[in-house]
């Protein structure tokens, strides 16, 4: 095992470089808002109180949006190519710092970001989560990296400490690790999907810092590139949604009682899939080329409907930032096109969809 350099350190103002483009409608729909077109921003967070943080990982900065208008503040502090960012705490969250190997720990003060610590990964970290995987009331980061074969989980000490480690084996590119309660005893679990070899996997956590390896699918010719979590078949228990990004489907893995019972694809209208959510009505959320495509299994098959976007929606998120407790929907765009804000109710808002 590794040994892990912490370095902590406080910033006490943060400088912004050159804005970007101001936010712009989409000209569709006045509930379909583009902000900052000319990025490519690769994870998206709604931080509350009207902003919205990006990891803009080709500019090597962040990206903070206020919803009240005007352009978008960048900051390069964070260094070269973040890849992802996750809440933490109130107005703090993480962000992953590929290209530096490092996770840190920022925070929104009067509209501006600071970054207040850092720690060491040892790797170059392509995603990052943040949960109480051991129970004891302290935060601890699942980290993946940008290629590898192990997803470490840092043991979190408190004050952003993370004293000791574990790593969880996985095939290379085990990207977009996400949180589950696979068998219902209130312990999160992780899955997700190996990008290279096709398969997708749960760790289920056992307690006492234990993981067991349960997979959903071995390897396959398929590339599955994200997970989505949720009960899309309404029997009380969350289901896997893989996002294929060839074999022109996503797949859906039902499951109750920590035992996978019956799998499904949702086809895919012109290509394979980048990134997969699901909202909790069971409606199942896609990234594909150019737009999202949204999934309801309605008398025996798929209705499909769709809503813009840019291109290779790489993140989707589901939050409500207008406090109408209407879910809403943030798309990063991470080959172009910004951040895309759909505000739903987000099935009537979309278009149907035939598929050819």
Request: glycine content about 12%.
């Amino acid at each position: 095992m590794r040994t892990w350099l912490v370095a902590v350190f406080l910033v006490l103002a943060a400088c912004t470089g050159p804005a970007s483009r101001p936010e712009v409608d989409s000209g569709m729909n006045p509930r379909i808002r583009v902000l900052g077109s000319d990025t490519r921003p690769w994870d998206v967070l709604y931080l509350g109180g009207g902003y919205l943080v990006a990891v803009l990982h080709g500019d090597n900065a962040l990206g903070l949006w206020s919803l009240a208008g005007g352009p978008a503040r960048r900051f390069p502090e964070v260094g070269y190519h973040p890849d992802a960012v996750a809440p933490w705490d109130g107005s703090r969250f993480v962000v992953a710092a590929e290209g530096v190997g490092e996770v840190q720990l920022w925070c929104l003060e009067g509209g501006v970001l600071v970054k207040e610590k850092a720690v060491s990964a040892g790797f170059p970290v392509r995603d990052v989560l943040a949960a109480d995987l051991d129970g004891d009331g302290r935060r601890d980061l699942v980290l993946s990296p940008y290629a590898g074969r192990r997803v470490r989980i840092l043991w979190g000490a408190g004050d952003f400490r993370f004293p000791e480690s574990l790593e969880l084996a996985a095939a290379p590119t085990p990207w977009h690790p996400a949180l589950i309660d696979w068998n219902h005893d209130d312990l999160p679990d992780l899955v997700w999907s190996d990008w290279d070899t096709g398969s997708v996997r749960v760790q289920v956590n056992r307690g006492g810092r234990r993981f067991e390896t349960v997979f959903l699918q071995p390897p396959s010719p398929d590339s599955p590139r994200q997970v989505g979590v949720g009960d899309v078949d309404g029997d009380g228990w969350d289901d896997v949604v893989a996002a294929l990004e060839t074999g022109k489907a996503a797949r859906v893995f039902y499951h109750r009682g920590g035992e996978q019972v019956a799998t499904e694809d949702i086809p895919a209208p012109r290509w394979g899939y980048s990134s997969a959510a699901v909202t909790v009505d069971g409606t199942v959320i896609l990234g594909e080329e150019g737009r999202v495509i949204l999934a309801r299994r309605t008398a025996g098959r798929w209705a499909l409907r769709w809503l813009p976007a840019g291109s290779l929606p790489s993140r989707l998120r589901l939050v409500d930032v207008n406090g109408d407790e209407v879910t809403d929907l943030l798309v990063a765009n991470s080959a172009g096109g910004g951040v895309t804000l759909i505000h739903g109710p987000l099935w009537d808002l979309a278009e149907p969809l035939e598929m050819p």
